[in-house]
């Protein structure tokens, strides 16, 4: 029992002194290597890149013994000035024989796995992108003929993003979990593809889910984002993607209470400030008013589209109907105070006239039943049209017979 509280109070004791100080360890078990903390050297160069870790050697043609590294990469992004945040990767590595697997998750910020030459060698690395240095750097985990060695961009050649092969299984990602009082954000971003488009690469996939985003004015509520991450440079994280607002946010100075579907969002560079563009989106604003390709939908509207409609149907209900010209007692305007009225007004009487139609647009169901009305008062001046010439024929066989 005294041995086992020795043993207990010689843990306490280091484990008490292990905010003042970090010791690398290393263990080895069943022929590999476990290290804990083990420092990387350097730092990476603030502001230019990207920068990279070579991880271990990588497959060149040439059957080669077992290379793996598997744990946790951490660092510190900038200073007291800038940034002064975590960087960290988990890898999971291997090149063997004569082929090389890996995958890559990057929990604080964009990162990747790519193939490289460094001094004629073909190395399996993981990218720092460009952007305030990265310091301090350790590794924790299992390895085997590492090489756990940061090289700056400008040693380095022949750069490729990392790609199983027919698998195609490189999985990047992004986990950011804050809780500031009222600022809270969850970003995870894992992409599963890479798409080319044109010269550019952009990775597919995504979700961000955050509250209380003062670089897009707003005031209240979150955000719920399905995003497509651009290259992992440094400069344009965000790329095309798609962004919902739930209720109870303010956008812009509006009426909070917006839902926005975008199908179209650009982040510009984060160096540049916060910019946010939208286009093509659908929008539910507070009262449950819809906007189609605007953010401002009519407050008069329950659907406002901008752009064009093409449907196969359109059914439009209304309250009454142009019939009542076929009542009994309906005073039809005779068809010279017809001619002139329109001498007067230049259109029909009931129908808008052009300055109208251009200030406040037409209703069209209303519309439908005034064009009727005038084509059913059109009908009652041919019958009596009809029934003045059947009078005049009738007069004009009489003069014959006499």
Known sequence: MKKLTGIMLLLFAALSTHAQFTQEVSVVNNGRYYYINKTIAGQTRDGIGPDYILLHKSYAGVAMSDHFVMGKITAIRGTTGSYNRKWTVEVNTASAYHEDRGTLIAYNEAARLVLLTYNGEKYMAAEISTAALVHNLSFTGYTSAE????????????????????????????????????????TVIAPAASVNVGNEKIHAGG?????????????????????????????????????????????NGHASGKMIIGTRRFFNKINAGHQWYYGDDIVIDAIGNVGIGTLYPDPEAKLAVKGNIF???????????????????????????????????????????????????????????????????????IIEMKKQMDEMRKEMDTYKKK
């Open 311 to 381: 449907a196969q149907k359109v059914k439009v209900t209304l309250t009454g109907w142009s019939d009542f010209v076929f009542e009994p007692d309906y005073k039809l305007p005779s068809i010279y105070e017809m001619e002139q009225y329109i001498k007067e007004n230049k259109h029909l009487p009931g129908i808008p006239s052009e300055t109208e139609v251009k200030e406040k647009g037409i209703d069209v169901g209303e519309m439908n039943k005034l064009l009727l009305q005038k084509v059913e008062e059109q009908m009652l001046y």
């Open 207 to 251: 979700v961000a889910i955050r509250a209380d985003q003062t670089g897009r004015n707003m005031s209240t509520g979150a955000t719920l984002e399905f995003v497509l991450p651009a290259e992992h440079n440094g400069g344009n994280l965000w790329g095309q993607g798609r962004i919902m607002t739930v209720p109870g946010n303010t956008l």
């Open 147 to 186: 090489t756990l060695l940061l090289v700056t961009g400008d040693q380095v050649s022949n750069v490729q993003e990392f790609s199983n092969g027919s698998d195609n299984m490189v999985l990047q990602g992004q986990t950011t979990i804050k809780n500031e009082g009222i600022n809270s954000t969850l």
